[in-house]
């Protein structure tokens, strides 16, 4: 996993690696559930999904808690 961004000194960012693409950034405050499974997705080597608005979900190769650990990490206590 790459290292969490920071850009412009407002918006937290970090990277994480789409199943079926490279390597993306996230914005941690828009990241709202994180799921070790969605039931039907039919995404075999997922290790988790971020959803990030109401129905949508992106498949990512970490599982949880890397997901939950690099999320924590850049968002303010």
Same mark, same amino acid.
């Given at each position: 996993?790459?290292?969490? !961004? %920071? !850009?412009?000194?407002?918006?937290? $960012? /970090? =990277?994480? #690696? #789409?199943? #079926?693409? =490279?390597?993306?950034?996230? #914005?941690?405050?828009?990241?709202? *559930?994180?799921?070790?499974?969605? $039931?039907? /997705?039919?995404?075999?080597? /997922?290790?988790? $999904?971020?959803? !990030? /608005?109401?129905? *949508?979900?992106?498949? !990512?190769? =970490?599982?949880?808690?890397?997901?939950? %650990?690099?999320? =924590?990490?850049?968002?303010?206590?």
């Amino acid at each position: 996993m790459g290292d969490v !961004l %920071k !850009l412009a000194g407002r918006e937290q $960012f /970090a =990277e994480f #690696r #789409r199943c #079926r693409r =490279e390597s993306m950034g996230m #914005r941690a405050s828009a990241i709202g *559930w994180v799921p070790p499974r969605i $039931f039907g /997705a039919g995404i075999p080597n /997922a290790g988790s $999904f971020v959803g !990030l /608005a109401p129905g *949508w979900a992106t498949a !990512l190769k =970490e599982d949880v808690d890397t997901v939950c %650990k690099s999320i =924590e990490q850049i968002t303010p206590n």
